[in-house]
């Protein structure tokens, strides 16, 4: 795959790697790539899980009850680059819904009440392609991400709703980028591969207490990857399946030099990662939903690095079989898409591109009791590498990425499912891609980080007015 053509935002700077740095596969997942993916050769977390506010990451995942998304944003396990967080069941972001158009929330005849978004307190460093995990307390976890040097960070810090201000808490043990975040039913954090350091990826993973607000190790995943995804269980055990391996780099950029099909279950209480069944085609930068079954729903995301494929074909993982079953194909082949668990048991595909150029306004619902996809509304802007945020009443906020010109985009958008649409409603104070979006306490949605094409951003915002 050739490397992209487009100098900035990731890790490190490649000369010719693009988008967002390591690669521009990651780009267009986590972060929604401004070029056309040309990699010479590639290689490489989502939810965020994707739990509350997930990235979009490399692969994003979501679960009910368990995190998204990263950060995910609306999935249910979180992907690289994604966060996890103490989401409702069913949900991988959100509370508080809206209803009308124009983003008006109103009832009973009660006055509207305008959704907007407003500045709340900056970060201590500009980041993106970070997570983002809701803590029990209401608190949110920042770690890692990189910065405007495209370096990846080892300092992680502490969002506080109620007084509006964000706190260094203790550093990971290596700087990280594009990994993944996982809220663990003991309390912990589980942060798992991503690019290090010195521009190579990381096998290892590490544990956040926030007790003691400190990082330690916690083993290491069988291969080093990014653009993986991983997602909480039923059984609280973590799925981490796909990605991509090592980066090999000369003066012209970096390669990365393969893709995954491998899967592994880390075990919280034994402290281990196990394999498990393989995926039937290996992906990166796919999402992962866990369902109300206790299954994963596996969707999109690169098929091959050497030519830009997409896999159209959508995989389910069986928890009590540790296997994985194809189950048939999405409406079209996307990656840098959402997906987001919907209260009905649907999912919901939004967006993303074919792996080159366009992206998708299109959107399709994924039954799994009849096990398939059927076309819902579309978006009002065609986007990759959004967030995807599911709201208390039903609906998801979609909020920035890139267009199909290339343009980081300011602008959010609310579904309906119930009306099968989706409503444009205010713009953020900043056009924003590699951002995570997670859903807080008070029904708000906290916005943060990212970056507009050349600039990373310490700033985050509030989302208010979701709820009458």
Same mark, same amino acid.
């Given at each position: 795959?050739?490397?992209?053509?487009?100098?900035?935002?990731? *890790?490190?700077?490649?000369r010719?790697?693009g988008?967002?740095?390591?690669s521009?596969?990651? #780009?267009?997942?986590?972060?929604?790539?401004?070029?056309?993916l040309?990699?010479?050769?590639?290689s490489?977390? $989502?939810?965020?899980s994707?739990?509350?506010?997930?990235?979009?990451?490399?692969?994003?995942?979501?679960?009910? $009850?368990?995190?998204?998304?990263?950060?995910?944003?609306?999935?249910?396990?979180a992907?690289?680059?994604?966060t996890?967080?103490?989401?409702?069941?069913?949900?991988t972001t959100?509370?508080?819904g809206?209803?009308?158009?124009?983003? =008006?929330?109103?009832?009973?005849g009660?006055?509207?009440?305008?959704?907007?978004?407003a500045a709340?307190?900056?970060?201590?460093?500009?980041?993106? &392609?970070?997570?983002? /995990?809701?803590?029990?307390n209401?608190?949110?976890l920042?770690?890692?991400g990189?910065?405007?040097?495209?370096?990846?960070?080892?300092?992680?810090?502490?969002?506080?709703?109620?007084?509006?201000?964000?706190?260094a808490t203790g550093?990971?043990?290596?700087?990280?980028?594009?990994?993944?975040? /996982?809220?663990?039913?003991?309390?912990?954090?589980?942060? #798992?591969g991503g690019?290090?350091?010195?521009?190579?990826?990381?096998?290892?993973?590490?544990?956040?207490? *926030?007790?003691?607000? +400190?990082?330690?190790?916690? @083993?290491?995943?069988?291969?080093?990857r990014?653009?993986?995804?991983?997602?909480? =269980?039923?059984?609280?055990?973590?799925?981490i399946?796909?990605g991509?391996?090592?980066?090999?780099f000369?003066?012209e950029?970096?390669?990365?030099?393969?893709?995954?099909?491998? &899967?592994?279950?880390?075990d919280?209480?034994?402290?281990?990662? +196990?394999?498990t069944?393989s995926?039937?085609?290996?992906?990166?930068?796919?999402t992962?939903?866990?369902?109300?079954?206790g299954?994963?729903?596996?969707?999109?995301?690169?098929?091959?690095?050497?030519?830009?494929?997409?896999?159209?074909?959508?995989?389910?993982?069986?928890?009590s079989?540790?296997?994985?079953?194809?189950?048939?194909?999405? /409406?079209? &082949?996307?990656?840098?898409?959402?997906?987001?668990?919907l209260?009905?048991?649907?999912?919901?595909?939004?967006?993303?591109?074919? $792996?080159?150029?366009?992206?998708?306004a299109?959107?399709?619902?994924?039954?799994?009791?009849s @096990?398939?996809?059927?076309?819902t509304?579309?978006? /009002?802007v065609?986007?990759?590498?959004?967030? #995807?945020?599911?709201?208390?009443?039903?609906?998801?906020?979609?909020?920035?990425?890139?267009?199909?010109?290339?343009?980081?985009l300011?602008s959010?958008?609310?579904?309906?499912p119930?009306?099968?649409t989706?409503?444009?409603?205010?713009?953020?104070?900043?056009?924003?891609?590699?951002?995570?979006?997670?859903?807080?306490?008070?029904?708000?949605?906290?916005?943060?980080? @990212?970056?507009?094409g050349?600039t990373?951003?310490?700033?985050?915002?509030?989302?208010?007015?979701?709820?009458p």
């Amino acid at each position: 795959m050739p490397v992209v053509e487009s100098r900035g935002a990731f *890790p490190f700077r490649p000369r010719r790697l693009g988008c967002y740095g390591v690669s521009c596969l990651l #780009a267009v997942v986590l972060w929604g790539c401004s070029k056309p993916l040309h990699l010479r050769t590639l290689s490489t977390g $989502g939810t965020a899980s994707g739990g509350a506010g997930g990235l979009a990451g490399f692969g994003g995942t979501s679960a009910s $009850g368990g995190q998204l998304g990263a950060g995910g944003s609306g999935e249910t396990s979180a992907p690289a680059g994604g966060t996890t967080g103490m989401l409702p069941a069913g949900g991988t972001t959100g509370t508080g819904g809206t209803s009308g158009t124009g983003g =008006l929330v109103g009832t009973g005849g009660a006055a509207a009440m305008p959704v907007v978004f407003a500045a709340t307190g900056s970060m201590t460093v500009a980041r993106r &392609a970070h997570t983002a /995990t809701l803590l029990p307390n209401g608190k949110v976890l920042i770690a890692g991400g990189c910065g405007d040097d495209s370096e990846s960070l080892a300092s992680a810090e502490l969002y506080d709703p109620e007084v509006g201000t964000f706190t260094a808490t203790g550093s990971m043990t290596v700087g990280r980028c594009g990994h993944t975040a /996982t809220f663990l039913p003991n309390g912990k954090v589980l942060i #798992a591969g991503g690019e290090v350091l010195g521009r190579t990826l990381s096998p290892s993973a590490e544990l956040y207490d *926030p007790a003691v607000g +400190t990082f330690t190790a916690a @083993g290491a995943v069988d291969a080093a990857r990014l653009g993986h995804t991983a997602t909480l =269980l039923s059984n609280g055990t973590v799925l981490i399946a796909g990605g991509f391996g090592s980066i090999a780099f000369n003066d012209e950029g970096g390669s990365p030099t393969g893709v995954f099909a491998s &899967a592994e279950l880390y075990d919280a209480s034994a402290g281990t990662f +196990t394999a498990t069944g393989s995926l039937n085609v290996a992906r990166c930068s796919q999402t992962a939903t866990l369902l109300p079954s206790g299954k994963v729903l596996i969707v999109g995301g690169y098929d091959s690095l050497s030519s830009n494929d997409v896999a159209a074909s959508v995989e389910l993982y069986d928890p009590s079989a540790r296997s994985f079953t194809v189950i048939g194909a999405t /409406t079209a &082949a996307r990656v840098g898409l959402k997906a987001t668990l919907l209260p009905s048991g649907k999912v919901l595909i939004a967006g993303g591109s074919d $792996g080159i150029s366009p992206r998708f306004a299109s959107a399709e619902l994924y039954d799994p009791t009849s @096990g398939t996809f059927a076309a819902t509304g579309s978006m /009002t802007v065609a986007r990759s590498g959004h967030t #995807a945020t599911l709201l208390p009443s039903g609906k998801v906020l979609t909020a920035g990425g890139s267009s199909n010109d290339r343009a980081t985009l300011p602008s959010a958008e609310l579904y309906d499912p119930a009306a099968e649409t989706f409503a444009a409603i205010d713009n953020m104070t900043a056009a924003r891609s590699g951002h995570t979006a997670t859903l807080l306490p008070t029904g708000t949605v906290l916005i943060v980080g @990212g970056w507009n094409g050349t600039t990373t951003f310490a700033s985050a915002e509030l989302c208010h007015g979701l709820d009458p």
